[in-house]
């Protein structure tokens, strides 16, 4: 169990406090419903970028990620970039310019002008209702690491609180936390947070990256740790076998997410220009080059670590013998190196796999190596690695929620520069939140729905992806076709989850819960199955009834939205908060690392490396360097005579 110190809080204290105070600081600069809804659109490309490389980072995705490593080796950096480079390419000159060019504020609304009013209401609620799903699963998947890692438990203990209660508030001041700044600076705050969020999970995963590397003896040693893998079981499938299909695998899910997913394209339609939205998701793709190597490389070393043991040491003392005994948890003793057992719901040992092997908890790979090697003082910074996380996916959600229930299910027509969308949005941020906490204790109860998520995807997002192809690329396609296509998707998606169950499943949320015609040997199969039926009959489906069925009569999208202001410009330069907050942890760790680097205890876990110094006076220099570009930025928009939030309304209105 890690023990928190006082620099440990004090750092978690500094990001949340910085989150915040992103929101509160953008209240007075955002003037209605363009500014609280698409940021005005007026964010640089870079900014964008950072924001949906962190969407797309949320809690599942990096705890998966981890999982992957650990379970599948070097064959999963290939599922997760490979596969996620050619959509995100793609995306970026074909999708994303026509969907930036239509004026749309959502993906529903661009159905709407694309298509007809019922295609957005279908696939608005749909979105909504898998949105709001899916910020409760991001809470969940984290707060259950917090409790695995007992990370919070002994100060909350001490305040009278039980395990249980220590999961959900570990669930619910995230989620506070999101609502706030949602509430105060809407999207900006969102896609602000997303940019300190990326950062902060850099600065936190880098350090472990190069002292597990030193620790298992650089290069032979990975390989060696990804040989214990269990990608080698890969049904004698060579190692390059096993890559080819990963990276087909990962474009099938990565299409979806980067090409159809709205809580990750919204960062890029909030751009300030047809080009820099192009280009966020062109950086993006060269910043998911450096995902893997952060996240995954450690997962596949924790493989190799030695795997902790319960140990006695005798010694004496004035005559006196005493034993102090070091208990491992039968999950930790029966693990792998630092992958923890499974254990079973029913009777707490270790569950076994039907061949009689240990099954590991492979999504506690990632999390577990930031508190074994990360010392106090950057122990915090790696706790707010994994709340950047957990927030980050949960706030891409609600406010993807809040966006589609104001612009797609409250009827605003063109007005979205007056204030009453900013209180509907808010309301629905609100109402979102409380779902997402549903969702959240649901699964402290069921012991996870994140099945049930990939089934959402499945019947949300893979219908949606063949219809907006055949919507872009396809002059025929008619408003009959899109309609009757996700509907098609959509039950083809639960007939296909009804009837086939991963092998090692219950029968239920699964899968199976019809009948069990097919036995898929892993749920990761099972789920890309279940997307694939989903788009081909989505696929098939449109184009069949487009052909009966009339066309559009105007071929091109009309503008029936609010055009973006001339004026619009970013209020607050980005890098000015984010230099303060580094700048401030910076100091903070290197004056703690110069305050003990006479006391070796404080670094065992570092290999004996004051990374409190080493790795703060970087991110003081870092901080600084943000700082004074930040100020420069900021002074130059004050020279070009940016209007006030006042003007800017005025001319609106």
């Not at 996916?393 to 409250?410: H, M, Q, R």
């Not at 696929?539 to 559009?552: I, M, N, P, Y």
Request: aromatic residues 8%; glycine residues 10%; charged residues 10%.
């Amino acid at each position: 169990m890690p023990n928190l110190a006082s620099t440990d809080i004090l750092i978690v204290l500094i990001y949340f406090f910085f989150a915040l105070a992103v929101g509160i600081s953008l209240k007075p600069l955002l003037v209605g419903g363009l500014d609280f809804l698409q940021a005005g659109r007026a964010l640089p490309a870079w900014i964008c970028a950072l924001a949906m490389t962190m969407a797309s980072l949320g809690s599942q995705e990096l705890i998966g990620m981890g999982a992957a490593g650990a379970r599948y080796g070097f064959a999963s950096i290939p599922f997760y970039l490979l596969g996620a480079l050619p959509a995100m390419l793609f995306a970026a000159f074909f999708l994303v310019p026509a969907y930036y060019a239509s004026k749309a504020r959502t993906l529903p609304e661009f159905l709407a002008l694309r298509f007809d009013q019922k295609t957005r209401l279908l696939h608005a609620v749909l979105f909504a209702a898998m949105a709001a799903f899916s910020a409760g699963i991001s809470l969940y998947a984290m707060a259950r690491v917090f409790a695995a890692l007992h990370v919070f438990e002994a100060p909350l203990r001490a305040a009278g609180l039980e395990s249980q209660g220590v999961m959900i508030l570990s669930i619910a001041l995230p989620a506070l936390l999101i609502l706030a700044y949602l509430l105060l600076g809407g999207l900006t705050a969102t896609i602000y947070n997303l940019v300190i969020q990326f950062f902060v999970l850099v600065a936190g995963l880098l350090p472990v990256v190069f002292l597990s590397l030193k620790q298992i003896g650089g290069w032979s040693g990975l390989k060696a740790a990804a040989g214990l893998s269990e990608s080698a079981q890969t049904g004698g499938h060579s190692g390059l076998a096993a890559m080819a299909a990963a990276a087909a695998m990962g474009l099938v899910f990565a299409a979806g997410t980067w090409c159809a997913d709205f809580r990750v394209l919204q960062a890029a339609m909030a751009a300030k220009n047809v080009k820099a939205a192009r280009n966020a998701p062109l950086i993006a793709a060269a910043l998911r080059i450096l995902v893997p190597l952060l996240v995954i490389l450690p997962a596949i070393i924790a493989l190799g670590m030695e795997t902790p043991r319960t140990t006695i040491v005798i010694h004496s003392d004035n005559g006196a013998i005493y034993h102090e005994i070091n208990v491992v948890p039968p999950e930790v003793e029966n693990g792998q190196g630092l992958v923890p057992a499974r254990l079973d719901a029913a009777t707490g040992k270790p569950l076994k796999d039907a061949s009689g092997r240990t099954v590991l908890d492979a999504a506690m790979a990632t999390p577990n190596m930031l508190v074994h090697f990360l010392p106090a003082g950057l122990l915090g910074l790696g706790i707010a690695v994994l709340l950047a996380s957990m927030m980050a996916g949960a706030a891409a959600s609600l406010t993807a929620f809040a966006t589609v229930v104001t612009c797609d299910l409250w009827q605003i027509g063109n007005d979205a520069a007056g204030e009453k969308p900013v209180v509907v949005m808010r309301w629905a941020s609100a109402a979102g939140t409380v779902l997402a906490l549903g969702v959240a204790l649901l699964s402290i109860r069921f012991n996870s729905l994140a099945g049930a998520t990939m089934l959402l995807s499945a019947v949300v997002i893979a219908p949606l992806l063949a219809t907006l192809l055949l919507a872009v690329f396809w002059k025929r396609a008619t408003a009959s076709g899109a309609f009757s296509g996700l509907i098609a998707g959509a039950v083809a998606a639960l007939l296909h989850h009804g009837l086939a169950l991963p092998v090692g499943q219950p029968r239920g949320i699964h899968g199976g819960w019809i009948a069990i015609l097919h036995r898929p040997p892993s749920e990761l199969r099972f789920s890309l199955g279940t997307a694939l039926i989903a788009f081909i009959a989505s696929l098939l489906v449109t184009a069949v009834v487009s052909a009966f069925t009339k066309q559009h009569s105007q071929v091109e999208l009309p503008a029936l939205v609010l055009q973006p202001s001339a004026n619009a410009a970013m209020k607050m330069d980005m890098r000015i908060p984010l230099g303060m907050m580094f700048t401030l942890a910076g100091t903070l760790l290197a004056a703690f690392g110069l305050s003990t680097r006479g006391n070796p205890d404080v670094y065992t876990r570092s290999l004996g490396i004051d990374m409190n110094v080493w790795w703060g006076f970087p991110l003081m220099a870092f901080g600084i360097l943000m700082l004074a570009l930040g100020r420069r930025g900021q002074m130059k928009m004050e020279k070009a005579g940016t209007k006030g939030p006042r003007d800017q309304g005025n001319k609106r209105r």
